[in-house]
């Protein structure tokens, strides 16, 4: 892989530590070297840290995230000016997201580097809702985007409220006023979107990947995907496709 890089030092060194010894990851000074090197040649991943550009080289970006041929990867520690960042930049494409501290292991950070062109339902599922999500306040968007990177993912609204720092009866009101169905609906579909490569690529068995992902036995996946997107887990990637699971999950999240 060829790899483009905007970010502190590091983040470079989890990047470089986690490729193989036939990667290579340049680090760029600036914007304007990042996208003069986009442009020549072929790329396999942009990896920005949205933290490190000022107002100026953010808007020089755009139109970068908004290329469907470039793969970009957004890493940062999330603070209130990165998740806007990072919630503009997924309503323009679909872009993963990976949070310094947070999704720092190896074998993920060089799974979803090899993946960018074909990136799993998670962040598709996020740049379907970015729009909605940039109607919340900081803080709850600082706790809604990484549902949908590689951290745990709460088991109640309340855990939501908390992280946010806003009174708990009045997530749902913001979630609502965004155009969201609600918090608990927001944590279902952000859990179920995740099983579908675990399921449909590595062929886990449901069992296996329902305890990974924080449900208490296999029949509550089962009951979930039914409810949500309408098949059994063993019939994901059989009767739906990639796009299909995405479209109904987006549509589950969504007020109506």
Do not use: N
Not at 35 to 47: E, F, I, K, P, T
Not at 233 to 250: I, K, Q, T, W, Y
């Amino acid at each position: 892989m060829r790899i483009l890089t905007l970010v502190p030092e590091d983040s470079l060194r989890v990047i470089r530590a986690a490729l193989r010894a036939r990667d290579s990851a340049a680090p760029h000074p600036d914007v304007a070297s990042l996208l003069a090197a986009a442009a020549g040649g072929r790329v396999d991943a942009v990896v920005v840290d949205p933290a490190v550009v000022d107002e100026a080289d953010w808007a020089r970006l755009k139109p970068a995230l908004e290329d469907p041929d470039l793969p970009v990867m957004l890493y940062s520690a999330l603070g209130p000016a990165t998740v806007r960042r990072i919630v503009a930049a997924s309503a323009v494409g679909v872009h993963e997201v990976m949070l310094r501290g947070v999704d720092d292991d190896g074998a993920a950070v060089r799974r979803r580097l090899e993946t960018l062109r074909r990136p799993p339902p998670p962040a598709r599922v996020l740049a379907r809702l970015a729009e909605r999500l940039a109607e919340l306040p900081d803080g709850l968007q600082g706790a809604t985007v990484p549902l949908f990177c590689e951290g745990r993912i709460p088991r109640w609204a309340e855990e939501v409220a908390r992280t946010a720092s806003v009174p708990r009866r009045s997530v749902d009101r913001w979630m609502r006023r965004a155009g969201l169905a609600g918090t608990a609906t927001l944590l279902d579909v952000a859990r179920l979107s995740r099983v579908w490569v675990p399921l449909t690529e590595g062929k886990l068995a449901p069992a296996d990947v329902a305890h990974r992902h924080g449900y208490v036995r296999s029949r509550a996946l089962a009951v979930h995907t039914r409810r949500i997107v309408g098949v059994s887990p063993a019939l994901l990637g059989v009767r739906l496709s990639a796009d299909e699971f995405v479209d109904r999950l987006a549509h589950h999240a969504l007020r109506h």
